[in-house]
């Protein structure tokens, strides 16, 4: 508990020396934007290779349990999305930016390192394809919440060709043929995913430079959203797992990532549809904040 504890401090670090460099104007929006393309389309990709790259190769035998759990968990998430907001107090122009924050977490940014310092470099694996349904879905149902609007209800089919995905599907053939690749092909793609974690942090710390501090601290249905997106809907998905005899270490590792802060592809829709950009900056701010004590409490429960 001691070094999980620890290391959800160091990682708060970085988002506050984020949030310094922001309001030292080293750091800005387009900045942001421009090293969240490099964090997204590179570093996590390479994150996710690197973790199929090292001397042991993880459990090939997990992967369709894992496709099956992933899948079902994002059944409760997305339903506990359409269903929770309409009991928070919150316009109805506002619910679907509380669906998007209850359905969708940070994991590509926040959840693959924590599991990581967590379950060992190994779990990554377990955790890309745990989070198949999020890159899938978010772009469908993410769109939906954001947007208000089923019309925009449609499957984008270059979701399957992202980089993510890629990097999943090679990590996955890697597994299954049992190749374990020369020093100078793994190096670089260590070198590169260990780029991700310090990036992705310093980019969240400066996107909260920008929303003002006192509104943030204000906002009760945030909390409620943040109790339920942190902690009571990953019990659940833990008591559900429980009772279907799910492996313990697949059901740890998946109620972890449903633990994680609101997504960052969030605030991403709400620039696109010019909707709900602060109430996704608190949500944010306040889960990704209140993260660094939930998630040592989460894993007292595992």
Not at 208 to 228: D, Q
């Amino acid at each position: 508990m001691d070094a999980i504890v620890t290391q959800m401090i160091i990682l708060f670090v970085l988002v506050v020396v984020g949030y310094y460099l922001s309001k030292k104007k080293m750091m800005d929006a387009d900045f942001d934007r421009k090293l969240s393309g490099l964090v997204i389309n590179v570093t996590c990709p390479c994150l996710i290779l690197s973790s199929v790259m090292g001397d042991t190769l993880p459990d090939k035998t997990f992967i369709v349990p894992l496709l099956l759990v992933g899948f079902a968990t994002y059944v409760v998430l997305i339903g506990a999305a359409f269903l929770l907001p309409r009991y928070l107090p919150v316009k109805a122009a506002d619910r679907g930016i509380y669906s998007f924050m209850l359905a969708f977490g940070n994991v590509g940014f926040i959840g693959y390192p924590i599991v990581a310092s967590i379950f060992g470099p190994n779990a990554v694996f377990y955790a890309s394809i745990l989070n198949f349904p999020s890159t899938l879905l978010i772009f469908v149902f993410g769109t939906l919440f954001i947007s208000g609007d089923q019309g925009n209800m449609r499957f984008n089919w270059h979701t399957l060709y992202c980089p993510a995905m890629i990097a999943s599907y090679l990590s996955i053939l890697v597994v299954l043929t049992g190749w374990v690749p020369p020093r100078v092909v793994s190096t670089p793609f260590v070198l590169l995913g260990n780029v991700t974690v310090p990036a992705a942090l310093l980019i969240i710390g400066s996107s909260i430079a920008r929303v003002p501090v006192l509104r943030m601290f204000g906002n009760v249905a945030i909390y409620l959203m943040s109790a339920l997106r942190l902690m009571l809907i990953p019990l659940f998905i833990l008591y559900i797992s429980r009772l279907c005899s799910v492996d313990n270490t697949i059901a740890n590792i998946n109620v972890v990532l449903a633990a994680m802060p609101v997504a960052s592809y969030g605030t991403l829709f709400c620039i696109r549809y010019a909707k709900g950009e602060v109430i996704m900056a608190e949500g944010t701010f306040i889960t990704t904040l209140l993260s660094v004590l939930t998630i040592p409490l989460l894993t007292l429960f595992l």
